[in-house]
Structure formats: C-alpha cells, structure tokens
C-alpha cells in the first residue's frame, strides 16, 4: 500500500512570510497527526484529527499555525508569520483509529523548513 | 513536554556487536512504542510493547518494559551498519487519545 504523501520535502522562506505543508495519508486512515521535530530533539505533537475533527491541539501554536483536514483524508499545516524558531522538519503521520490507543501510525517522510 | 528519557544520548559499536537503548517516562501508559529515524528521513516503526506486556521479540529486537520501574530497554542484537540510525521511544500515555510523546532518541552507529 501506499504510504503517507507530504509535500513539498524541502522549503527555505525568509522570517515572517508564510508557509504551508501538505500531507496526504495512508488510505482508510481515519486519524491524521502533525509534528515538530527540531534538530537533534523528537518528534513533538503538533495537532492530531480524527476524521475531519481535531483532537487535540494542545501543543499547536495557534497565533501562527493553522491546520485542517478537509471531508477526513489530505491534511495542510500552515505558519503565517513564520519565526526563525519554526526551523524544524514537519512530520505527517496517520493512523487507522488512533483515538482507541494502541494503534501503529505511520509517517511521511516529513518537509524540512529553513527559516532565514 | 517530553515524557521519554532515553540513554544514551549516543552509541557507537562494531558490527556484530549488540546495542541497548533505554527509555524513561513518567506517567501511566496503554502502551510504549520504539521508532527508528534514518538521517534527514521519516520514522519508521520498529515494535510496540503493550502495558501488560514484559518482553517481546520481533526478529533482532528486543523489548522489554517495566511498568513498576516507567522503563524499557531496546536490544539489537548482531548489529549491522544499515541498523546505523537514530532510535526514538514513544508512549502513549493512558487516557490522552493516542497521541505519542517521543523521547530525545538515541543516535546509534555501527562501525564496519
């Protein structure tokens, strides 16, 4: 099967322009997650969707990002204005049911974002 | 916040030898997950160890947890250069909808 589908894999951007990601998940995958991975450090959750509604957000910076999952399947991330501190590797992963707990989930290769 | 602690930081042995990760947390889990990272690429996962679980084997892999203890341990054994990587623990903590918090990883290389 195929795997999760982010885009694009690379993006450098001056400080305060904007920026988005897109992720499409593994087929029949009801929960999608995003992630900030910064250098040297893991993965952290940024916002998690079951089908087309959010789960958590907790951890999402929400003065500057944005995120929504449109009719349950792609998923886009946006940062507007961005920082020089968003520089990290945004990671998309999906799930089959994930709300349940002890569910695989699957990521993308992820996009490395360089903020000048 | 980061939940995981693992130690090493970092691990470099000659090939066939073997390699052990640990991996801390704090708070009760449903499960806890190890993740391999290969450089500038996604994660890939490796074993899940359920709660009530102790051990478990999965081809080279193996994990253990210990709840009364919030810890695990990850082995490779025989280790080759291609398992050269950086290995992150994840729990799922109880009650919190599956969300995963990743520990800081283990950067592991193995030396032909």
């Known amino acids: 099967e195929a795997g999760v589908a982010q885009s694009p894999r690379y993006k450098i951007i001056e400080k305060r322009q904007s920026v988005a990601f897109w992720c499409n998940p593994i087929?029949?995958?009801?929960?999608l997650y995003w992630y900030q991975q910064i250098l040297g450090q893991g993965p952290k959750l940024l916002i998690q969707?079951?089908?087309?509604?959010?789960?958590?957000d907790s951890q999402l910076p929400k003065d500057r990002f944005s995120a929504e999952r449109l009719k349950g399947v792609d998923s886009t991330l946006k940062i507007q204005p961005a920082k020089l501190e968003d520089s990290a590797v945004y990671l998309c992963a999906s799930s089959y049911q994930g709300a349940r707990g002890t569910d695989t989930q699957y990521f993308g290769p992820g996009t490395r974002l360089t903020v000048l | 916040s980061q939940q995981g602690e693992e130690d090493p930081q970092a691990l470099s042995i000659q090939e066939g030898e073997n390699a052990t990760m640990n991996c801390s947390y704090k708070t009760s889990i449903n499960n806890l997950q190890w993740y391999r990272q290969n450089s500038g690429r996604g994660l890939v996962h490796l074993i899940l160890?359920?709660?009530?679980?102790r051990e478990k084997h999965s081809g080279r892999l193996r994990v253990t947890l210990d709840t009364s203890k919030k810890s695990s341990s990850l082995l490779i054994t025989a280790s080759r250069a291609a398992d050269t990587a950086s290995y992150f623990c994840?729990?799922?903590?109880?009650?919190?909808?599956?969300?995963?918090?990743f520990g800081q990883g283990t950067e592991l290389s193995v030396k032909p």
């Open positions: 994840a729990t799922d903590p109880y009650n919190q909808g599956g969300k995963l918090i």
């Open positions: 969707f079951q089908n087309n509604g959010v789960v958590d």
């Open positions: 087929s029949g995958h009801a929960t």
């Open positions: 160890i359920r709660s009530n679980e």
